[in-house]
C-alpha cells in the first residue's frame, strides 16, 4: 500500500485534551481511530484513551495480515472498546462512566471500511468533493434528516453538542458501519472531532485537498480551526491518510515491511533496534545508494 | 560543545550552489554551517565530520590517509544516513526539516530548514523568571508532538536539552540536531564516542548498550530540560546521580510557585530507575495535559518556605 498520512491533536483553549487520535499499519492494512472523551463527564479522556488504545491493541492483535472481515472487526472492536471503559469505570469505583465518541477505519485491499458511535466524523474527499462521510449520532443531525432545522442554523443551535450514541455509560452504543467504499489515487480519508469539522467545513476541506498535500496543508488547518473559534477553541484533533498511485515509486510502500512489523503512531513508539552491528564495508556504491534513497525520501514527503 | 579539532569550511566557500556564511555550531559528529543559495533563502547545513579523526588541516576536502580511520569514518557515515533517512521521513512542525542531501568534498552534507528564532537556552538565561507553569506545559505539550513523531520513526534523539530546542518567532519549539540520534553500537562505532550532554543525558546513556535505551532515554532529557526551565540550571549528572543521588530537589529551586503536579512530573521523568519515567512522549503529554493539582496544605506551603532560601544557599 502507498499512502501519506498525518494527524495531530491539539488542546485548544481547554484546560485537558480529552481527544486521541491514532494510527497502526502493517503490510496490508491500515487502521485510523479518534476519539473525544466527553467534558460534561467525568474523566472523558481516559475513555477517550482507553477507546483508541483498544481499538489499536485488538488491531495490532487480529491484522498481521489482512482483515478478513473488516466491519466485523470494527464492530466487535468498538464494542470492546466499551466494555473496556464500563470495566475500567467499575474498577475504580467511578460515580459515572466516563464516555467518549469514536469513529475508526481500516484500510485494505484498496477499499475503506468505517464505523461510528457520536459525533465525530470521517470524510472521504474525491476531487474536492465529499464522496462519503458517516452522520453524527446527534439530536441536531436527527433534526436536520427530519428536515426541522438547517445545517446552518445546527451549528448555532444550543443542543448542537447533544449525542446519542457513545462508548461508556449504562447504554450500548449504537455503532453504525459504512459501505465498502473502493478508493482510487488522490482520495482523501479524514477522521475528526468537532472542534475541528465545526470550524473547517468540508466544502473549504475539499478544495484545498485538491490543491495542497495533506502534509502541506494539516497543520495550518488544525491551527485555523483553533483560531476561528475565537478563544474558545474546543480540542482539536485531526488524522488523515491520502491514498496515492499505487505505482508511484516515490511514495513508500508497505510491502517493504516484514510480516510482523507494525507502524504505529499515538501511545506506542518503537524500540531502538539494539544488537551489535555486523562489521561493514562501506562502498562507495553503498553512499550512492544511502544519498539517493534519502535524496528519494525528501522528495516524497511533502514539505 | 564538544572540541572540533577540523577545520570548517571558509566563509564564502560555494558548496554546491551553497554560499557558506559561517559556522553556526560543531559538534562531536559535524559542523553546522549558515548558508544561502542562489535566491538567497538561508539554510542550516550540516557537515558530516567526526571530531575524533584527523581529516581535515587545511583545504576543503576530507582526507583519510589511515586505513583504520577509513573504516570508522564510513561506519560512521551509515549513521549519518540514518539520521538523514529517518528525518527524510518526518514532516512535522516540531522537528527540523531536511531539504537536500548530497556528497561532497569526500564527505556528506545534509541541508536543513533555517529556523529564525532563539534557542530555550537563550530563554532560560534570559527570561526564566517569566516562565509561567502554562507556558513550560504549553511548550512541552508542543515539543512532544514532535518527538512522538520521531520515536514513531524509530529514531532516538538522545541530545535534548535547551541548546537544542528551538523556539521559532512564533512562539513554535522545533526539535533540531539529531547528531547523536541513534549510533549503532559496535566496537569500531564506539570510537566515534557517543555524544551527551552531562546533566542531560540518562544515566543508562553513559553505558551505552543496546536494549536499556529507549524512548524513556530522551525522556530523561526532556524532563533534565523542564528541570532547567525552572530552575536554570541542569540537573546532577545521570552517572553521578546513579552512584549516590544528591540532586537538589527542583521546589527548593525555584522563584514561583509551580503546581506540586509539574514537580512531580520532573521528578518522574528524571527516575533514575527508567521504568519509573513516562516511558514514551505520549504518556508524558498525558501527565502535561493534566489539570494541575492545587498546591497542598499550609503546613507543606509553610516548610517549603523556610526550606527554598536554606537549601539555595547550599546550593549556589
Known sequence: MRFTIFQDSQIGDRKTNEDRVGYSYSRDVLLMAIADGMGGHEQGEVAAEIAVSEITRRFQQEARNKLRKPFDFLLSAIQSAHRAIVSHAVEHNLLECPRTTCVACIVQNGCVYWAHAGDSRLYVLRGGDLAAHTSDHSKVQQMIDAGILTIEAASRHPDRNKIFSCLGGVVPPQIDVGREFRLQPGDTVILSTDGFWAQIPPSILGTMVKKQTITALMPGLVGEAQRRAQGESDNVSVVAMTWENQEDANVADTNAMDDEEFASSSNSTQQLEGGPAVADDVTDDDIERAIAEIQSAIKKVPR | ?316
Open chain 2, 1 to 316: 560543545m564538544p572540541q572540533q579539532a577540523n577545520q570548517p569550511l571558509p566563509a564564502g566557500y560555494v558548496l554546491n550552489g551553497y554560499r557558506i556564511e559561517k559556522p553556526l555550531s560543531s559538534g562531536g559528529f559535524s559542523i553546522v554551517y549558515l548558508a544561502r543559495d542562489e535566491n538567497g533563502t538561508p539554510f542550516a547545513i550540516k557537515e558530516y565530520l567526526p571530531s575524533s579523526l584527523p581529516l581535515r588541516s587545511e583545504g576543503v576536502e576530507v582526507q583519510i590517509t589511515d586505513e583504520a580511520n577509513l573504516s570508522v569514518f564510513r561506519h560512521g557515515l551509515k549513521c549519518f544516513f540514518e539520521e538523514g533517512r529517518a528525518l527524510a521521513m518526518i514532516s512535522h512542525p516540531n522537528v527540523v526539516r531536511v531539504e537536500n542531501f548530497f556528497r561532497a568534498n569526500e564527505t556528506c552534507y545534509m541541508v536543513m530548514q533555517y529556523v529564525r528564532g532563539r534557542t530555550l537556552q537563550f530563554h532560560i538565561q534570559r527570561h526564566r523568571h517569566e516562565f509561567t507553569e502554562k507556558f513550560i506545559r504549553r511548550l512541552f505539550l508542543d515539543l512532544m508532538n514532535g518527538l512522538r513523531e520521531v520515536h514513531a520513526n524509530k529514531l532516538l534523539h538522545l541530545d535534548i536539552k535547551p541548546a537544542n530546542i528551538f523556539i521559532s518567532m512564533e512562539g513554535r519549539p522545533v526539535l533540531l540536531d539529531f547528531g547523536a540520534a541513534r549510533i549503532t553500537l559496535s566496537e569500531e562505532a564506539m570510537k566515534l564516542k557517543p555524544m551527551y550532554t552531562a546533566g542531560f543525558a540518562a544515566p543508562e546513556h553513559y553505558r551505552f548498550k543496546p536494549g536499556e535505551l529507549g524512548p524513556w532515554s530522551d525522556i530523561y532529557s526532556v524532563g533534565a530540560t523542564m528541570y532547567t526551565c525552572i530552575a536554570g540550571t541542569p540537573p546532577l549528572a545521570g552517572d553521578q546521580r546513579e552512584e549516590k543521588d544528591r540532586i537538589i530537589p527542583l521546589r527548593s529551586l525555584t522563584r514561583q510557585p509551580y503546581s506540586d503536579d509539574l514537580y512531580a512530573i520532573v521528578d518522574e521523568c528524571l527516575s533514575v530507575d527508567w521504568l519509573k519515567r513516562p516511558q514514551t512522549a505520549f504518556d508524558l503529554q498525558k501527565r502535561l495535559n493534566e489539570e494541575p493539582v492545587e498546591r497542598k496544605s499550609v503546613a507543606g506551603g509553610f516548610l517549603e518556605t523556610i526550606n527554598k532560601p536554606l537549601s539555595k544557599l547550599f546550593s549556589r
